[in-house]
Structures are given as C-alpha cells and as structure tokens.
C-alpha cells in the first residue's frame, strides 16, 4: 500500500497494490500493521456500506462531536465519488479547510480522514456503492454536520444541484458550528 500525505495533517490519500489478471483482481484495502507503519493507529469499530441510486447525490457534510469523534477510511466498490474533507480541529492551521479526492471502483483509491474532520460526498456515477470503516460507534445524539454550499467553505462540487435528503439540506453553517476537535486526536 502506498501511503500519500496530504496539505493538511493527517489526512491520507491510500493506493493500494492491485492483483489483476484475467480472472479479475485481489487487493488488500486494510492491514492494521500497514497502516500503523504509516502512522495511522486507529482500531476500527464499525463498517459501513451507502449505496445511490443516482448520480450527482451528496451526502454530508458530516461528524460526530466529542467524545464520538469518527476517524474513517473510505473506498468506493462501484462507480464513483467526489469525497471531500473538511479540517475541523479547533488548533489546527488549517482549520476550515477541505480537499476533495476522486475515488472509484476504477482507480481503488481509498483515503483516511481522522476524526476532527466533517466529510462529505457526491457520486459522479449511478449505481455507486461506498464503503467506510470508522473508530467509533454511530451516536444520534452526537451527530452534527455542515451545509454542503456554505460560501465559507466554497465546495467545488461535481454540480450545482446535488440530491440531497431533508436532513443535509437543512444543515448549519460553518460559522455556526464551533470548532470542537483537538488537534491531537487522530
């Protein structure tokens, strides 16, 4: 696996080593080892699975607050997305930040936000299926999110006119939303 930094701390772009002949292919998207090597000593606790029927649906931009904080690694099985992360730790020098990542079943890009960060995504393909591993359990009572068009942040999205659902239309902005993440958690 290959392991790229990015700009902003912490947050990780993934290559994996790609097996492929005939048949098919074989690849390792996870090994704690590896990935402690690189840095990221994370246990994760839960794997989830979204799947969109459409293209140009966005989910997020979404985190949990203290102490639910989720750092997660994320991959796409098939078709397509814009994954964006947004730098929400109150000490780092890049707070309010965010870079977005195309991943897809073609290139088997994956990419490792820690926690302190809101993500978000929006599939450039019908029939994309993403899938995400985080270090702590989903909490309602602790989830929270930032508007996908908040003028702060300036999203270059994929489109103007995303589908969203009711809860991700209505989310606050980031000047609402105190910064509430150490910079030291990982």
Same mark, same amino acid.
């Given at each position: 696996?290959e392991?790229i930094?990015?700009?902003?701390?912490?947050?990780? !772009?993934i290559?994996p080593?790609v097996?492929?002949?005939? =048949?098919?292919?074989?690849?390792? %998207?996870y090994s704690?080892? $590896?990935?402690? !090597?690189?840095?990221?000593?994370?246990?994760?606790?839960?794997?989830n699975h979204s799947?969109s029927?459409?293209a140009?649906?966005l989910?997020?931009?979404?985190?949990?607050?203290?102490?639910? *904080?989720?750092? !997660?690694?994320i991959r796409v099985?098939?078709?397509?997305?814009?994954d964006?992360?947004?730098?929400?730790?109150? !000490?780092?020098?890049?707070?309010?930040? %965010?870079?977005?990542?195309?991943l897809?079943?073609?290139?088997?890009?994956?990419?490792?936000?820690?926690?302190?960060? $809101?993500?978000?995504?929006c599939?450039l393909q019908?029939?994309?299926?993403?899938?995400?591993k985080?270090?702590?359990?989903? *909490?309602?009572q602790?989830?929270?999110?930032?508007? %996908?068009?908040?003028?702060?942040? $300036?999203?270059? %999205?994929p489109? $103007?006119?995303p589908?969203?659902?009711?809860?991700?239309?209505?989310?606050?902005l980031?000047?609402?939303?105190?910064?509430?993440?150490s910079a030291? =958690?990982?």
């Open positions: 696996m392991f930094a990015t700009d902003i701390d912490g947050l990780m !772009k290559q080593v097996h492929g002949d005939r =048949r098919g292919f074989f690849l390792e %998207w704690h080892a $590896a990935f402690e !090597k690189a840095g990221i000593a994370c246990r994760f606790v839960q794997d799947y029927q459409e140009g649906v989910r997020g931009l979404h985190f949990q607050t203290p102490p639910f *904080t989720q750092a !997660k690694l099985t098939q078709g397509g997305i814009f964006v992360a947004v730098d929400l730790r109150a !000490k780092s020098p890049t707070f309010g930040r %965010w870079r977005g990542f195309e897809s079943a073609a290139n088997f890009t994956m990419l490792f936000i820690p926690a302190g960060f $809101a993500h978000g995504f599939t019908p029939t994309t299926h993403v899938e995400y985080v270090d702590a359990p989903y *909490t309602p602790h989830e929270s999110g930032i508007i %996908w068009n908040d003028p702060q942040l $300036a999203v270059s %999205w489109t $103007a006119q589908v969203l659902s009711p809860k991700d239309a209505h989310l606050p980031l000047r609402d939303t105190p910064p509430l993440f030291n =958690r990982q």
